[in-house]
């Protein structure tokens, strides 16, 4: 081994910008056909789909199987009637790896005949369909342009700890550690952390792991999910937080929609996005179902899908931003709306009847956090570091978080939020 | 509240943009100074600070105090004596978060006179001090370069499970929690996960927080830090990694550069970083220090100290590859060099003598692996999942990781690591 060296193989992707050029590539076999004496080659890697026709006087290749991992040498040529428009010819192989026997999962269908449950004890295998992979090109995107989006508009990334002292938002459905002696939960948010850090850079996102010990098995929930989460100070009011929401959300949708390809749109969403008062919601809810709901504290699954169609047929719009939720319904940090008591200054946003995004105003003086923690019967033991941060000077600020899993699988019409998700962790899934 | 509305202060940096223009901004009050009846006040937001100057004939201001949070509004104004160049005149003050009482550190002086362990638990507000902020937004940039510099290489980001049913990679140093009646343990890296993913992407990264139940309080390890990953495949050996990183590295160190500001160089990089093999690096050690160590299965931190000083000496680089370090050291997944028996195709890039990656080509076969964990006395149960990826054909692969916080300390010469880690979490500390 001397000097690293650049050389290795074109990813799939790129091999069409190489038309009449003889290029290496690498990536699975993912269909073999014998056609009019030709045999016809699927090659699949991270980036695409590649043909390659072999002739009998391109010469002797190895014996191709499903799922082998070779590189291969060829020309690319134009062929219309080739996906993507080429494919390689004369080609090379190199048999690289080989699957031992028979494959739990036929790879070959448009779509993946196994059910959930097997794909995921499967996952090595069953997320080499170019369906499954389709789903988390979109995802990486979606988290890149959340990224991007802030990070254009001055917000700092940040990294918080997921080992906390204090079981702090909830109390309810936290996974709890030893610590060194100690007692220790897994962080349900990065709420605290980034409340903090606003204090100090004005404006953070982070993107991580939070942790639910959610103990029903449902489409919408898993123990571990990946939270897009954002904070920024100097905010008149929660206009101003979904102002930057809207922004990167568009900016995602615009990233998922490149990924996804502009044949069909994924979403339909305005520049800006409709706004309804929670209890206007309701009046509206109550009115259309026949039934005085407006004493509701908070929607029901149902109801925010209704809204979700009255969203679609009144504006036209995929996305509906729900405010002031009841006080009662959000966490302690939550600002109220003076104006209307009893009501809060947050919002959700849902997407097709299901909310996607949480966010709001937070309290931002030491003695409305003293206030609204005795109210609630909540101890201030342990979040001594937390709380400081309203001492030091604090401006009105909010923020919101989005799960990047739930959000993925909404936007693809998937059933089941596994499907977004690599390797889900749920009450009996722990494995792979 | 109706419709989002995107009017909000620009932020401290922005304002240089509109000399002549009056703008509003915000931020917290760093300094006040009377000077010849002016008041000077410094400014200070997430992105810089700003001076303002204050006459008695632009009328009455508000008391102002430091870390007083304030929006403000005045007309920009070249200024060449003033830090940035300009300042704002005739400015209009209002205050939107009082510090209560006094503050338990000073942010004014140029370095923050409180220690450690005193600046880590009031973080709030220590890490508002302009020098803390500096460290952090370096490590921003070098997180978000490792991104785009893999993206750019067709690299994928994925998230995987940091709940795992079998504590993998060593058993010693792992977090153990319940887990729904099981045990179940945080992971100590995304190593098994990111070489499942390379057999459905070629080519993955991640991001994430790892766990190490450190036991020891040093200066470099803690029990949370933030793991840069990357695993690709279709490699002809290490070289092809070692490739890859180095040009990621490169990336990232000018992003890190632009942050820090182009005043002082942050590292020297040749565009190839020399590389030496660990055989020959105990023979240049064992000379240079009058003693045989060419038996030593692995380098001690003053070895590596020596070998950064060398690599400086001899090629002009703070970077230096070893390589081929001994099988005996390195885990049971590592792809051993048929060249030197006893010997693997790993590496450790060192940067000014302490090792900051560890990567190296692994087994692709699912019978080595079976080999090799037979032979260290490993199980293979509650590996199924992981161990299957390589009996569906599986190309030869590496990869490397890097920890964010270290390198930042590194690179910014901070001698603790929790200096760059905005909670640190040790056998201590838990909170904030």
């Known amino acids: 081994m001397s000097q690293a060296n650049s050389e290795f193989p074109r990813v799939v992707e790129e091999v069409a910008s190489f038309v009449g050029h003889v290029v290496t590539t690498a990536g699975w076999i993912h269909r073999v056909r014998e056609l009019g004496g030709l ?23 190895p014996a191709l199987q499903p799922e082998m991992a070779v590189k291969v040498t060829g020309r690319v040529v134009d062929e219309p009637r080739a996906p993507g428009g080429i494919e390689l010819r004369g080609a090379i192989f190199t048999v690289l790896g080989r699957p031992d026997g028979l494959l739990s999962l036929s790879l070959g269908a448009p779509a993946l005949e196994a059910g959930l449950d097997s794909r995921l004890t499967h996952a090595a295998l069953a997320l080499r369909h170019p369906a499954a992979q389709h789903v988390f090109r979109v995802q990486a995107r979606l988290a890149e342009a959340f990224r991007q989006g802030l990070s254009r508009e001055h917000f700092i990334e940040v990294h918080t700890p997921k080992i906390i002292g204090t079981a702090s938002e909830s109390g309810a459905n936290v996974f709890h550690l030893p610590y060194f002696g100690r007692s220790a939960y897994l962080a349900q948010s990065p709420q605290f952390y980034k409340q903090m850090m606003v204090g100090v850079f004005g404006r953070v996102f982070e993107v991580g792991p939070v942790f639910r010990a959610e103990p029903h098995d449902t489409g919408r929930h898993l123990s ?75 929607l029901a699954p149902a109801h925010e899908r209704w809204l979700g169609e009255w969203a679609r047929s009144q ?3 995929d996305f509906l931003f729900v405010v002031g939720y009841p006080m009662a319904k959000r966490p302690f940090y939550t600002m109220p709306d003076l104006q209307r008591p009893g009501f809060s200054r947050s919002f959700d946003l849902l997407f097709r009847g299901q909310e996607i995004v949480t966010g709001g105003q937070r309290l931002h ?24 941060a309203f001492q030091y000077g604090m401006p009105p600020h909010g923020g919101f978080a989005i799960g990047l899993e739930r959000l993925t699988a909404k936007l693809l019409g998937l059933a089941n939020i596994r499907e977004a998700t690599l390797f889900p962790r749920d009450t009996k899934r722990l494995e792979p």
Chains 1, 2 share one sequence.
């Open 315 to 317: 504006y036209g719009s």
């Open 39 to 61: 045999t016809f080659i699927v090659l699949r890697d991270g980036t695409g789909l590649l043909q390659i026709v072999h002739a009998p006087a391109d010469g002797p290749i």
């Open 365 to 388: 003086r030491f003695q409305d956090y003293e206030k609204a923690m005795m109210q609630r019967g909540l101890s201030m033991t342990g979040l001594e570091g937390y709380l400081s």
């Open 224 to 298: 571990q999910y990946t939270s897009l989460d954002a904070e920024m100070g100097f905010i008149d009011g929660p206009e101003d937080v979904m102002a930057v929401l809207t922004r990167v959300m568009g900016a995602m949708l615009e990233a998922a929609q490149e990924a996804a390809g502009q044949e069909s749109p994924l979403a339909t969403m305005p520049g800006t996005i409709p706004v309804v008062h929670f209890e206007e919601a309701l009046a509206l809810l109550s009115d259309a179902l026949g039934e005085d709901l407006t004493a509701e504290p908070d």
